[in-house]
């Protein structure tokens, strides 16, 4: 039997199959994941059990683990036939040497292009929550130089990205990142997203000032209303009027917001239906992203077989919203993996909320959604209404013998912008993002990871990968070992050499 | 005819039982002349948009004062926006008037000295080695005649001109929704190989000097549009957009799914080709 760690038992190979065993498992399939413990690569099965999903491996020298992965079987299964060929990128940073996971990357034997590049861009943080899968604190801030040069490497690899996200530790606080943000827009990265707690958002007027004048999309973090939710998660009971107070000055500034809320069994899952409310009734925002809690970093006690995943949230968001949302309104998204990732988009006007899939068939438009960023499809919905509207207006349609009548059914302005501000600025998105840890990793879906972390050096990680299998731990590392030469580099204005980052794992390939 | 004709019989007619080449110009015309056309495909009707046609020019090596023919000019964004970038002196012709006059008020519009004619690819109203380049964007493979378009693109170069194509390839089978009349229009079902376009433009005595592979342009272009019919069908649904009669949400969508389909078995892609006429 699993105890709350976990681990079924360490060393002990012969009693450590029970539990793959257990009546009525079906053996899914074989994959490979790694050692909670020493990060060596092992084997895993995947197990169906009680209509959930578990994994189950044993290390050689730390024995057998298990933990849930999905929280609906027959989805998990089913939702293979939403997987899609993958688009590789225009170049790969990285070769074939060790094999997957362990030549990051981006390498050849990747399998997918990356939709979104995230920049750390600190260490630190203005806070210290109990759940960090960044471990924030002291370390490294990178230089305005050093970021360039990682999306210089991603305007390479991509010719043409469209998301940059810019994060850390805190990346508000860095005092470039104002600049970092610019740098990236003028590098025609089309969305700039800004992920924050929003601490320096509620209290700096001269900070507002500027993103009001950048504009980037915020990814706010933002785990419910009860103190004990942010008691338990950010270390801070009376967090929720900071962030009440950075949301409505996001609001006066037109900055759109999506909320990113991290749950967790047995402290905010009864949230999620009061989140998706305030999310929908709030003018700054247009989107959740709910996270299951992922213990990669800092995390508490946790029981890796009671573990939230996205169809747990699918029920909760059903059962807490009277059904305004339905399980059935969400669609698996093709990257990463079809069960990393579930959305919906919904037209919500007076109240009434009306998601996409209940009057548009999704699978027909998939590889437009795949493809673009998850998070922005409402604002490109926004961006083709508009050019709709331009495409209207050009002289001379009006001579055109089949003179196309944009009207606006609802408000009968006829050929008015009313209309398309209608339905770009009604939209809702509310997606689910589950990201692996060293206790649910597995490497087929990290080979089809799309969102990458962006290193200074050009490399770029995916993202599971690098908080589970050591990479996060070695750039710590080196990134903060160059600190004093990054001090006197801005201390004397003299450039900063950008030096390669080396990996090195003690358990190469697989041993087991 | 009307537009919903048009979309009927657009959907309805096999290209094996192939219309008339008047009927098919006349086709092709009247619908890259509607919204229709401008609601799918947005400002650029090609795959790559500028950033193709850029390279295009740029493999043509365009020249201040060069006189350039872009043939099916449509709404004129290209050649506008070569006169502006590379100086050239650029004549848009296009079979549809309703085209033309709309490019002509883009030109003016843009303070832009492009001219654009209606006129015939396959019997140009040109005289013979008048220009130094012609261009051809998303047309070639619309063209009823394309034996009579070559020659007529080698009539109208000097000696030493270029000829720059960037057209939808075709190498092996289409599923069926696309070999109708509406997979001509939309330049697919008489789209040639490349080698095929080499050939036809080898034909009338021009030397190929280059040919560049973009089917990632095409891949893109068919998920873009995939965006606009899913926001149209979308507003549509909502009772927020007045939709002409006759849009078939079920069809479209079919037809874009067998092309965005075509294109990832490498049935369907994008190429720019580039040819010579010798001193």
Known sequence: MANESGVISRGAAADSMDSAHAAGAVFHELTRSLCPVCRRVIDAKVLLRDGAVFMHKRCPQHGAFEARVYGDAEAYVNFARFNRPGTVPEAFSTEVSHGCPHDCGLCPDHEQHACVGIIEVNSACDMDCPLCFADAGRGYSLTLAEVEAALDSFVRTEAAPEVVQFSGGEPSIHPQIGEMMRAASRRGIRHVMLNTNGRRIARDDAFLDELADIRPAIYFQFDGFDADTNQKIRGEPDLLGEKIRALDRLATIGCPVILVPAIEWGVNEHEVGRIVEFGLEHPAVFGINFQPAFHAGRHGDHDPLRRVTNPDILRWIEEQTDGRFRVSDFFPVPCCFPTCNSATYAYVEDGEVTPLPRILPMEDYMDYIANRVLMDVPGEMRRLLEELWSAASIPGTGDAAYAFDLACAACGLPQGLGGIEDIAGRMFMITLQDFMDPWTFNQKNVMKCCKEILLPDGKQIPFCAYNSVGYREQAREQLAARQPDRDRARRTGEPLEIQPLRFEFDHPGTEA | ?279
Not at chain 2, 102 to 131: K, M, Q, T
Not at chain 2, 241 to 270: I, N
Request: charge should be negative; hydrophobic fraction near 45%; glycine fraction near 10%.
């Open chain 2, 1 to 279: 005819m009307t537009t919903e004709a048009w979309i009927q019989a657009l959907t309805d007619t096999r290209v094996g039982d192939r219309p008339e080449p008047e009927t098919l110009k006349a086709c092709c015309a009247d619908v890259y002349a509607s919204d229709w056309a401008r609601m799918l495909l947005g400002d650029s009707f090609h795959p790559g948009g500028m950033q193709l046609t850029d390279r295009l020019a740029e493999m043509l090596t365009l020249r201040p004062g060069d006189r350039v023919l872009d043939l099916a000019s449509g709404a004129g964004a290209s050649a506008i926006h070569l006169a502006d970038r590379f100086g050239i002196r650029p004549v848009g012709i296009d079979f549809s008037e309703t085209t033309v006059e709309r490019a002509r008020a883009a030109a003016s519009e843009a303070g832009s000295a492009a001219e654009f004619a209606v006129g015939d690819a396959e019997d140009l109203d040109f005289e013979d080695a008048s220009f130094d380049a012609v261009i051809c964007e998303c047309s070639f493979c619309v063209f009823p005649d394309k034996v009579a378009v070559s020659s007529e693109i080698a009539r109208v170069l000097r000696p030493g001109g270029r000829v720059g194509i960037g057209d939808v390839c075709r190498d092996g089978d289409l599923p069926p929704e696309l070999e109708t009349l509406f997979g001509w229009v939309a330049c697919i079902s008489d789209a040639y190989s490349a080698h095929d376009i080499a050939a036809a433009l080898a034909g009338a005595g021009l030397r190929t000097t280059g040919e560049e592979r973009h089917d990632d342009a095409l891949a893109a272009l068919i998920s873009d549009i995939g965006g606009r019919l899913m926001t149209l069908e979308a507003g549509a649904k909502l009772g927020k957009l007045t939709l002409p009669a006759g849009m078939q949400f079920d069809e479209a969508r079919r037809v874009r799914r067998a092309a965005a389909d075509a294109v990832r078995r490498g049935v369907l892609g994008y190429a720019l080709i580039t040819a010579r006429k010798p001193e």
